[in-house]
């Protein structure tokens, strides 16, 4: 289909992060061909977009998307007492089909809020294949690996070998270095080689677990993944919170993107990322709900705005990340993590994975500043449109993938599948 | 009015923070007369609060609501440089009818979040005051003093002796010690004894206007203040982050009420409040959302969750203040502040200042903890209904005390007004 997007404010997070005042953008199958003043063609579909703002789709670097199912389960806690005492055992309870659905309200969730592409780690990876594939979002989905079985090896080369969408790819995701062994992390580092995936894995969370790898692998972290080769990989790390200065030289140059996801980082009390020390070594930045069960939402211009908070409070300089680093490292920086070069900028030959958001309302008025309106004013509620990949999925606040009938049947199963919980 | 709300989940935060399932509550006149499972009379409206909770109105116990006018106007900047360069110069352009639509459009964005009072400290006081009674909303208003000239207090005299509104007091306002010297302090003090109202000032904000006041006055702020008698005083501390613990006995066991306004604090890198040693000590804290400038939006909801996130970075502890503590601060403690014992609670006899919360949408699907969830996953958006001293200002997100076409203008004007700040 082709789509002109008319009259629109265009943050274009492009290299010199031009903002575009009443100008265009053209959308042509999965591609953003045309982005200016002139009109190139007759388009099958026109979006007015006056006192709008079009920016590209939010990119979730890091999330568990189908622990929506947990949500405000269990709060107020630390990150080993939730996890072991709370999740792991109520995550046993859980069926295919309950991760479905699971994925199903989060993906959801998202796409309402302007989020166009995730990448995620969990189990039961096909249900959520299944998920991201009917929903149409963009995804990059890795199953947990925990000293992986054979099992799951076999699970792996299924979802990879099988996979039929276009929209879908995946990394290999051992979880941690506190929840594998050495076999457990060559494993998957094999794998990743083998089946040329990227790998994800959460990396210095927490003060605890950064402690206990030099306990248990007498080296940190980032020097154990160093020494077994997993640096040479496309890398992406969830969290990095605890990396020591010392360590730092290793990722510099790397293709590692670190992943900052501030509010589960606070609700947890795990710390803040010191985000802007990586940005100024050239490190790849992005941003992740995490999951909603330590979140409790999955809205990423709350994350952003927090992320924007908590710098100023880590750095105790108000200055701190500026409005246009956050929409990067929510944008561009989120694409790289998934490895792409060609998503994450509205400009020519870039994928239209792309939002719109009304800022003619009461919270963003007056607009004195629309790209700091962006991190301070926004929520997730004044997402109109949503675009991937070239395919409204949401227009006007109406999903157009999927019908409301459907909708109010899944918050039912969703529902009903807590009662497991109790 | 006679008002019955039939089937709610009701937060009643009342002594026991009861939290009732599948109950009601009733409302006359400006009162809440029942709360319970039986029906006492028959009602001239019926509002239906299935899958929806009620819960005492918001508090937004500090703010400078007419600042509405400067949101995104200066980000990403300190306390000093923001207010002396950047709002000062600005502030001295604006007209009383500015601070009139300043006002409007700001208490229209309160109610739509579900506040129901606030307490503002600015200048054209009257424009405020005729704003707040426009709307019906309650409000404790002061005029803000710097070395007040005798214009000033014969507006003070004015405001309080002419007032005619139902639901709008006053404090006295000197806005902090270091824009006042002694006899400025003295000055409000006496006002406040005179007419009897209590004082709201800015107390120890940044490390830097703390430092300030013991090189100007060789002591602390609250030894200043003690030594003034202002303790003796009903006392409004806003922000109130570097109390030396020293000085924290001068406000045990007195009628004084610290504001916790933890995103403007972490916005301008002020620091965090330490809410729970206060809270320990028997100090009533309640919750703010200071200048919409400073923050920017008007969302006691988002402020509530992020009390809730730094609380936990601030003590590195994942308890932090839980979800029950964050609710009354933002409610009954907040009607402390504000002077009242019979309101912010959800209890027969009480002020019937109340709203209702669609907790049936996709971002609180699945609910496995509904007092969790106000605190992590409702915003704002999700206020169905806010009714204020028994009177209904917005219903089904539609207002009543307004009408779309004066809502359309407002915005209109106040995008006008900023033109004098180019």
Chains 1, 2 share one sequence.
């Not at 990119?59 to 947990?70: P, Y």
């Not at 997402?383 to 899944?410: P, S």
């Amino acid at each position: 289909m082709k789509i002109w997007i008319k009259n629109a404010t265009i943050i274009t997070v492009n290299e010199n992060f031009d903002v575009l005042k009443n100008s265009h953008v053209y959308i042509e199958k999965n591609k953003i061909v045309h982005v200016g003043k002139k009109i190139p063609f007759v388009p099958d579909k026109i979006i007015n977009a006056k006192n709008k703002v079009v920016m590209p789709g939010l990119i979730n670097s890091h999330t568990h998307i189908a622990m929506t199912l947990l949500r405000n389960f269990s709060d107020d806690i630390s990150l080993e007492e939730w996890l072991f005492k709370n999740v792991f055992p109520v995550e046993d309870k859980l069926s295919k089909e309950d991760i479905y659905y699971g994925a199903k309200i989060g993906i959801i969730e998202m796409i309402q809020n302007g989020t166009t592409a995730f990448n995620d780690m969990y189990f039961f990876t096909e249900s959520i294949v299944k998920a991201a594939d009917e929903l149409k979002i963009r995804a990059m989905i890795g199953r947990g690996m925990s000293n992986a079985d054979q099992n799951v090896v076999e699970e792996i080369y299924n979802l990879v070998r099988n996979n039929k969408t276009e929209l879908i790819s995946f990394n290999i995701a051992p979880h941690a270095t506190y929840t594998n062994n050495k076999n457990g992390l060559k494993l998957a580092l094999n794998l990743s080689k083998e089946l040329k995936l990227p790998i994800h894995i959460h990396l210095n969370e927490t003060k605890n677990d950064s402690k206990k790898c030099i306990k248990d692998f007498k080296k940190t972290q980032l020097q154990l993944l160093n020494d077994l080769g997993y640096l040479e990989r496309h890398l992406i790390l969830a969290h990095s919170i605890w990396i020591s200065n010392a360590d730092l030289h290793l990722i510099e140059n790397k293709n590692v993107s670190l992943v900052h996801c501030p509010i589960s980082n606070a609700k947890l009390a795990s710390g803040i990322m010191g985000v802007n020390e990586y940005l100024k070594r050239g490190i790849n930045v992005s941003i992740g709900n995490d999951g909603p069960s330590s979140n409790n939402t999955l809205d990423m211009f709350q994350e952003m705005k927090f992320a924007s908070l908590v710098s100023k409070l880590k750095e105790n300089n108000p200055k701190g990340l500026d409005a246009r680093k956050i929409i990067e490292m929510a944008t561009v920086n989120g694409a790289k993590a998934l490895g792409y070069n060609n998503l994450g900028r509205i400009k020519k030959d870039y994928l239209a994975d792309l939002i719109i958001i009304d800022i003619s309302n009461i919270s963003h008025t007056p607009n004195n500043n629309i790209v700091n309106s962006i991190i301070f004013s926004t929520t997730g509620y004044d997402v109109d449109t949503t675009i991937v990949n070239g395919k409204i999925l949401y227009e006007n606040k109406k999903f157009k993938i999927i019908n409301q009938n459907e909708i109010n049947k899944t918050i039912k199963i969703v529902n009903s599948i807590t009662k497991k919980f109790k």
